[in-house]
């Protein structure tokens, strides 16, 4: 196949106005009940559906189609373990040591977190995303990606609301500096720990900061020109 060789647009699937209408809809309202917890059951979720939803992470736009993302799916408990204390060790420089500062701790103070990460070892499933400084739309390529940063958090956004629609919840937990990741996972120098996701079922009596559920109106994100 050359480079700039094109093929039919496959399964594109259009719907009837009124269709479309109820899709977004339907979608609105499903993803709303979308949250972030920090309390996790142990319950085992199978592997095969985590691995699905990170099928559809991969099917995210990118930067040249150079896919610049490779996902960690950590099941083990005592990698899991491994990651909560490495985690935790970090998190305590940022919340007690002075790393964060005032204004940031002041910001994270209406949901209550602290250096405690104990659904880091609760959850079945913690997923950590690496960002490919180098790459390519083959494995082994050593080309230079372009718009990682996008791209991967595109991806991201695909697999927390396929995570979702599977009906599990999730949590983006993002320790600074994170690159005790790339240890633990055992990944190169060219990757970049992006985000930890940890994905289970939450917890029996499961709660949320009342300050999460604050969502900007519509009209203070969107300008119609």
């Not at 373990?81 to 002075?98: C, I, L, M, P």
């Not at 790393?99 to 977190?113: I, N, S």
């Amino acid at each position: 196949m050359k480079p700039h060789d094109n093929i039919p647009l496959p399964d594109y699937r259009e719907y009837s106005e009124a269709e479309m209408h109820k899709r977004a809809a339907d979608f609105l309202a499903d993803i709303r009940r979308r949250h972030t917890v920090r309390e996790f059951s142990d319950r085992p979720v199978p592997r095969e559906i985590i691995e699905d939803c990170i099928r559809a992470a991969g099917t995210a736009p990118s930067g040249a189609n150079h896919q610049p993302w490779h996902f960690a799916l950590i099941g083990s408990p005592e990698v899991k373990a491994k990651v909560r204390r490495r985690a935790e060790q970090e998190e305590h420089g940022f919340y007690d040591e002075g790393k964060a500062g005032e204004e940031w701790l002041d910001a994270l103070a209406p949901l209550g977190t602290d250096a405690s990460k104990p659904y880091l070892e609760h959850a079945p499933w913690l997923i950590a995303i690496f960002a490919q400084r180098r790459g390519g739309v083959e494995t082994g390529m050593e080309r230079k990606n372009y718009y990682v940063s996008e791209s991967v958090g595109i991806a991201t956004g695909f697999l927390i609301a396929a995570l979702h629609n599977a009906g599990l919840a999730t949590l983006t937990h993002t320790p600074k500096p994170m690159n005790f990741l790339n240890e633990i996972c055992c990944r190169p120098d060219h990757e970049r720990a992006f985000i930890l996701l940890v994905a289970g079922y939450p917890a029996e009596g499961a709660s949320i900061p009342v300050h999460a559920t604050i969502k900007k109106p519509f009209e203070d994100i969107v300008t119609v020109l």
